[in-house]
């Protein structure tokens, strides 16, 4: 994708670059991007991250996962799909104790 994100020793996720999807955590217009690190504030106690196209999510220090952008093809995993920006946690009760994350094109 068109964007980047890091995590900090103090597990603080922050994501730079294309934000036309919400995929820096916050979602302003189609033509938004950050030229630096912004810190999102719709996650916390992160451990890891990986950025998809128009998505990002968050492996978190309990196991679970949140992420965030465009869902449209429901890439989110959060249980639904829709033609925005939208987040939450992924919506799976077999999928716990997470220690590593990837992220697809789409």
């Known amino acids: ?29 189609a033509g938004d991007k950050s030229l630096s690190p912004t810190a999102v504030t719709l996650v916390s106690n992160v451990s890891d991250v990986a950025c998809g196209l128009e998505h990002t999510c968050a492996l978190l220090r309990n196991g679970s996962v949140f992420c965030f952008g465009n869902n449209f093809h429901g ?9 925005g920006f939208d987040y939450g946690l992924v919506a799976s009760t077999i999928m716990k104790n997470v220690t590593i994350i990837k992220s697809g094109n789409q």
Do not use: E, M, P
């Open 1 to 29: 994708g068109f964007h980047n994100c890091a995590v900090d020793k103090s597990s603080t996720l922050w994501c730079w670059g294309l934000n036309n999807w919400g995929q820096l955590g916050y979602y302003k217009d």
């Open 75 to 83: 890439q989110l995993g959060i249980g639904r799909t829709s033609s």
